[in-house]
């Protein structure tokens, strides 16, 4: 198990949480999926989701690049295990699913009219095509043998839209086909 001590990075901060874990940013380039203090499998469950996450970036499933498990020492946190684990991946910069629906959902609520409003048509199509790129990527990791269980077209993937692309997030729930 390789050791790290994250102080030489930038002071964390929460970007998501999930029923066992949360994400800090921990850099520019790298986040930290920590399990929460009050699960007592999330460490098991981790290391499970570092090695779906790893299976799909080798086959070519758009997910952040997986770097590892590694110890943390010291991230200044006390909603997580320190000292624990944490699953080390790559930063992307955009909206998360739940982030993009939202702000979708509220669109339609605040104009009445939203169907007829032009504003509406860019963003019904950037909303078609983010759905279109994110069940092409589900397909692709049922046909490698997953079962995406709590896979929600609202919620666990981040849409990157500098890189025009879609990455698939938190496999926490995912199971192999048996």
Known sequence: MKTKNFQKYLLPYEIGRGAEGIVYKISDKYVAKV??????????????EFEIAKVLFENGVSV??????????????TSVIIPSEAFIMEYIKGKTGSEFFRDYSSFRM?????????????YNEEYNHIKKLYEEEI???????FLPFDAEFN???IWSAERSKLYLIDFGMWEWET
Do not use: T, W
């Not at 399990?35 to 499970?48: A, E, G, T």
């Not at 952040?64 to 946190?77: D, H, M, S, V, W």
């Not at 605040?110 to 860019?122: K, L």
């Open 35 to 48: 399990p929460r203090i009050c699960y007592p499998d999330s460490k098991k469950n981790l290391r499970k």
């Open 64 to 77: 952040p690049e997986p770097e590892g498990i590694f110890k943390i020492r010291n991230l200044g946190l």
């Open 110 to 122: 605040v104009n009445p009219n939203f169907i007829e409003s032009p504003s509406f048509a860019g």
């Open 139 to 145: 397909k692709k990791a049922k046909e490698i043998g």
């Open 155 to 157: 919620g666990n993937y």
